[in-house]
């Protein structure tokens, strides 16, 4: 057979938006953990996501692809059966690097698409309140070809081997390799190859060396949708092929090159599927749910390949240690003078710009602490805080601003300026928030204070009352001087310690 196709054309990933939706997703999908598989009320919960924090699809015909795809190519979840009823449960992977106070979707996504194999328990629907279940035809049909011809192929893996055999075959660094989609579709053809989910790096250099003299070649036409990888912060599409990204500094380097050799390591394939001869076989391992629990990195994969593949200590220390300004080995480049930005420009604010990127910019290369807020600001819940918060100043009368370290900051006419930073936060991080966001304010009044002065008013912004810590109010009002808010329905509810200090806001 040919495989001409590696990643799914449903998961609409090119935008530099779509991480965010991913995190959008996982944050609904969580509500629904361990409840009854009820496909309906998944679509209207979807549906219900504000435009303005989202970037979820509003056509509900859009949906199919979110509750589908999602599962099936990155495994955000899977569906169980518990007491004959079909039960969602959401991924331990998702739970520990999507649903989280600052989301790390590229450490999700490398995690899962490493354990991504041909084939798999994807073109599966559940019935709701119950325990049918079915396969659509054709994709049983492909899947037990897949079987049929033995193959156990990792498509991200493979690349990866790939580019570590053309590294040698070429005596070149592995930042300077870029494996073209010929070379790539050719690999993923080769019946020595793509019988394996980790293929030996001998096997793969011979046939590479293969296809540069024409011995064997990739299917023609095939499809080159790979913009998936660049959300993984390691694997770079480009339209000559696909590459490691640059590693920033010389502690990134080290973390690159770890990671590709643990990759290459992890021999883990999901072998549940090869004895299958019809529907019945292919559904085994997906209702007793093997297939789910192997399709899930955390669970899977050992603490310290989870480690050593999630680690960005280059990323986010990269203001403290030499940048990398070519491919060059970092030993070989002097040490890069770093000046962070005291202050940034503020703006209306504008969902978008909430985005952070999946790879590192220049502007995070040289101030990573953007990096993180950039990932607080995509967390859900904080956008639906900041929203209703923003939406509330409107009424007010006062055009609210932000700006890459300021969640919010409005002058109120005749009532005053005043600061805001959004903490979501359960009952057991309200402490660890608090002290965030009280630090926060202090260094923001101070770093901006040129340009809204040192009079403004500080404002914890949380989900709701603060009160799992009963002295939590006394000592962020009445000691710090910051102001407490929270929201009930559409009413702007406030503690009564700080009551002095927020009371124009009302």
């Known amino acids: 057979m040919e495989i001409r196709d590696l ?59 979110e509750i589908s795809a999602y599962p099936a190519y990155l495994g955000l979840y899977r569906v169980e059966l518990i007491n004959s009823k079909w039960h969602f449960i959401l991924s331990e992977t998702a739970k520990k690097f999507l649903v989280t106070e600052e989301p790390n979707v590229p450490a999700f996504m490398l995690l899962q698409l490493i354990l991504f ?32 011809n033995g193959i156990h192929l990792s498509p991200f893996r493979l690349i990866c081997k790939g580019i570590q055999a053309k590294s040698n075959l070429n005596q070149e660094s592995i930042f300077n390799i870029s494996l073209t989609y010929d070379e790539i579709f050719a690999l993923a053809n080769d019946p020595r190859i793509n019988i394996h989910a980790n293929p030996s790096l001998e096997l793969v250099k011979q046939s590479l060396v293969d296809f540069s003299n024409n011995l064997i070649s990739p299917p023609k036409p095939y499809e080159s949708r790979f913009h998936i990888l660049k959300h993984t912060d390691f694997l770079i599409p480009e339209k000559s092929g696909v590459r490691i990204r640059n590693p920033i500094n010389s502690l990134d ?28 076989d292919l559904l085994k391992p997906i209702v007793d749910g093997t297939w789910g629990r192997y399709f899930d990195g955390i669970v899977s994969l050992s603490s310290d390949v989870v480690n050593t593949l999630t680690k960005e200590e280059g990323i986010l220390q990269g203001s403290s240690i030499e940048l990398i300004t070519d491919q060059t080995t970092p030993t070989e480049k002097p040490t890069v003078p770093i000046s962070v930005p005291l202050t940034y420009a503020f703006r209306k604010r504008n969902q978008d710009e909430d985005s952070y990127s999946t790879y590192s910019t220049p502007q995070t290369r040289t101030d990573p602490e953007l990096t993180r807020i950039k990932r607080q600001k995509s967390n859900l819940s904080h956008k639906l805080i900041l929203q209703q918060l923003e939406e509330y100043l409107e009424s007010k009368g006062c055009d609210p601003l932000e700006n890459d370290h300021i969640d919010l900051f409005a002058q109120i006419p005749g009532d005053g300026k005043f600061l805001f930073e959004v903490k979501s936060m359960s009952n057991i991080n309200l402490l660890s928030q608090t002290r965030k966001g009280v630090s926060q304010l202090y260094e923001y009044r101070f770093r901006y204070q040129e340009e809204i002065g040192y009079d403004v008013s500080l404002c914890l912004v949380f989900p709701k009352k603060p009160d799992e810590i009963d002295w939590i109010e006394d000592y962020v009002c009445k000691d710090r001087g910051i102001g407490i808010i929270w929201f009930e329905g559409d009413s702007l509810k406030f503690s009564e310690q700080g009551r002095n200090l927020v009371e124009n806001l009302i």
């Open 117 to 148: 194999q041909y084939p798999n328990g994807m073109g599966v629907a559940y019935y709701s309140d119950s325990d049918k279940v079915r396969i659509q035809a054709n994709t049983r049909d492909r899947t037990l070809e897949f079987i049929q």
């Open 253 to 280: 380097f080290h973390e690159l090159s770890e990671r590709l050799i643990a990759i290459n390591s992890i021999n883990l394939s999901f072998n549940g599927f090869d004895d299958a001869e019809d529907s019945n």
């Open 7 to 65: 990643f799914s054309h449903k998961i609409h990933s090119s935008s530099e938006s779509w991480a965010n939706k991913l995190i959008d997703l996982a944050f609904v999908f969580s509500e629904f953990d361990r409840q009854p598989f009820d496909r309906q009320e998944l679509e209207e919960r979807l549906s219900r996501i504000s435009p303005r924090a989202s970037t979820v699809a509003r056509d509900p015909s859009k949906f199919r692809d």
